[in-house]
Every structure is written in C-alpha cells, then in structure tokens.
C-alpha cells in the first residue's frame, strides 16, 4: 500500500497565485522529499525536509513539515506557467531508509 | 552527464512475449529502483537494489525480475508480458538510498497488447 497521500489530486490556478498542496503519511519517517514531474518526463527532486525539521524553504519553494500530524505541506509562490506539472511526495520506507515510496501525486495546472 | 538513461524509450509487446529493459547510470550509485506508474496510482517500486550483484521486492515484484550484475546497470525483465503490466516504467538511482534524493530516467511505455 502507497505510503503517501496527496491532497487535493488536480489543482488549477492563476498564474501569480500561490499553490498549496498537502501530503499524508501513515508511519514514522526520517525524512520527507517532494518530486515535480512534467507530462511525459521523468521525475525532479525539489526539496527533503528530515524528520527533526519543520519548515525549509529553497527559491519559490516552502516546504512544512508535522511529524504529530504526519503530513506535509508544499506551498509554491507566485505561479508561473513553468510550474504546471504533477507533484508528488514520497517518504523514507523501512529500517536503514533503502527505498522511498511514493504517493498518488497532484496535478497543477497554471493558467495565464 | 548522462544522468539515468532507460532503453527502450516504447515498446509493444503481445501477451505472452518476453523482454528486457535496461537502466544505466553513470553516477556510480549504490542504490538503483524500478517503479511503474499507471494513471490514478502514482509511482509504486517493483524491484530495488542495494548494491552490485544484490536485489531486492518492493510493493509489486510479481511477474517481474531484475538483475544488477554490474554497479551502473539494473535490468528489469519480463519472462511472459501480460496486459496488466501496460504502463509506463521509471529507473531511479541513488547515492544514499531513500536518506537521500533519488534520479530518475525519462521513462520506458511498454504497452502489452
């Protein structure tokens, strides 16, 4: 079973808008990352938030962080057309976090 | 820098028909996966590696192999293709396994008619 939810799954908004997509994870993790994807590509790493952090931030990019709550916000500001894609998050699965798994994603779309 | 290079990029198979897909990074990783992604579901890991020569099941190993009998390949192999492994196939690599950022290929769709 998929470790990761993805909330809400499509998301269209005005460029220039902020877009907030959250995830949900059932077990401990040591850390979270988000991936975009562009259609027909493969996965970009974007960001890792590690389990002892809260908030982190890289460029447009803020990432949160609730291990009590076990979820994850991915908040990107002032959209642009580039941005539309799929997003998805994906958390450290097992002892000695050999693999990640991935949740079911969010596709966000730009409009100019 | 080549980065994950997945070959072939499409392929049809009929049911029944066996194939191979290969995966090779050049960033001399550890930690080589392959997922597949069908619409609605996400990326869910079918095999994973560790190291040369090891491998290991992820979430949906049945009907699949694979192979890492050198450090920068891992094979993915279908012994007798059914409709249901239709999808598009994704190889990941990485240096510090799941602690770490993982690289993606572009991709391999593999329709089974």
């Known amino acids: 079973s998929q470790q990761g939810e993805e909330d809400p799954q499509a998301l269209s908004i005005q460029e220039g808008e902020n877009a907030t997509m959250n995830c949900s994870y059932k077990t401990s993790i040591n850390n979270l990352q988000w991936y975009r994807q562009n259609s027909g590509r493969g996965l970009v790493h974007l960001i890792l938030?590690?389990?002892?952090?809260r908030e982190k931030h890289s460029g447009r990019l803020r990432v949160t962080l609730d291990t009590s709550k076990k979820s994850s916000s991915l908040l990107i500001t002032a959209s642009r057309a580039a941005d539309t894609a799929s997003y998805f998050c994906a958390t450290d699965a097992g002892r000695g976090a050999q693999k990640l798994v991935f949740g079911q994603g969010t596709r966000l779309t730009i409009n100019p | 820098n080549a980065g994950v290079t997945q070959t072939p990029k499409f392929r049809v198979l009929k049911t029944g028909q066996s194939m191979t897909l290969l995966c090779a990074q050049d960033?001399?990783?550890?930690?080589m996966y392959w997922y597949r992604q069908d619409p609605g579901m996400g990326l869910r890991l079918i095999h994973y590696s560790v190291g040369e020569g090891t491998t290991a099941k992820g979430e949906v190993p049945d009907g699949y192999n694979v192979s890492r009998l050198k450090k920068q390949n891992f094979l993915l192999g279908l012994e007798s293709a059914a409709p249901s492994q239709t999808s598009v196939y994704f190889c990941?690599?990485?240096?510090?396994?799941?602690?770490?950022?993982?690289?993606f290929g572009e991709g391999s769709r593999l329709t089974v008619l």
């Open positions: 990941a690599s990485s240096y510090f396994g799941g602690a770490g950022e993982l690289f």
């Open positions: 938030i590690r389990s002892n952090e």
């Open positions: 960033m001399n990783h550890e930690y």
